[in-house]
């Protein structure tokens, strides 16, 4: 096992338990303990995670893993979540986008999609979608595309999620407005709203959905009934929630009776 796939399960073991053992780690992995230690010892010096005797433990409220390490969890749902907001956005409108790795599926998907960047897209040189995003890494995969126009805010970035945070991003976004705002959420909660884990990117977050005529959430099914650090917003902004088969009937329904449109993919 190579140590970049290690390092992905240790993290997904903190990050569905708390905490990871030496001893249990290094039997599940089949590699010595020693290997472990030292792959511990390295995660620790990225602050992906705290070391303590014998193992470790996550950081904070509620755990963060760098977006490198969370673009394989639940990926084929997030691409069929990606697809079908895509179909959301029509030709011309002004999309804002948030950061994260089902966001990034729904740039993606809009960059393929024929009527956007196909031969015929582009009439009189005018762009066939206009992106705002705070995200690095979605704003290098769509500025190669000449028919959309890319619009990225100011800001500092964070490495864990590559999101642009802080005045410079607010300052930008006060000037705009948007047709759609596609959140992506670490959490959301039926009574209490959406949530991300930097009170920085709700900040941002909450700014492009305020700025929108309309607002959709793309979450795969394991973020809904869950809460993290930072609110982003209400129910009360948001009319589509785009998640996976999953999502339980209750969790639906009650989505339904707070005024949330719910696509299941």
């Known amino acids: 096992m ?30 010595s303990a020693a290997t472990i230690r030292r792959d511990l010892d390295q995660l620790a010096e990225q602050h992906l995670l705290t070391r303590t005797r014998g193992g470790a433990v996550a950081h904070g409220v509620s755990y963060e893993l760098a977006l490198r390490y969370k673009t394989g969890r639940h990926a084929p749902e997030k691409q069929a979540i990606g697809r079908a907001v895509s179909g959301l956005v029509a030709v011309g409108e002004v999309v804002g986008l948030t950061g994260g790795t089902t966001v990034t599926e729904v740039a993606r998907a809009l960059a393929m999609r024929p009527d956007i960047v196909g031969e015929t897209a582009v009439a009189g040189g005018q762009p066939t979608l206009t992106v705002v995003t705070n995200a690095l890494n979605i704003a290098s995969e769509l500025a ?4 959309i126009k890319m619009v990225v805010t100011g800001g500092v970035a964070r490495p864990q999620s590559y999101e ?11 000037e705009i407005t948007l047709d759609v705002a596609v959140l992506g959420v ?12 930097h009170e920085g990117e709700a900040s941002v977050n909450r700014l492009l959905a305020e700025r929108a005529q309309r607002v959709v959430v793309a979450a795969d099914s394991s973020k809904i009934g869950k809460r993290a650090f930072a609110r982003v917003c209400d129910l009360g902004l948001v009319d589509v929630l785009v998640t996976d088969s999953h999502i339980g009937a209750e969790a639906r329904d009650r989505f339904g009776e707070a005024g949330v449109q719910v696509i299941t993919v």
């Open 164 to 174: 642009l945070t802080g005045p410079l991003a607010v300052g930008v976004m006060n």
């Open 2 to 31: 190579s140590r970049d796939a290690r390092w992905d399960a240790l993290l997904e073991l903190v990050g569905k338990h708390g905490r990871v053992d030496v001893e249990e780690a290094a039997t599940t992995l089949d590699v």
């Open 186 to 197: 670490n959490a959301i909660d039926i009574e209490r709203g959406a949530y991300v884990h």
């Open 144 to 147: 190669i595309r000449p028919q």
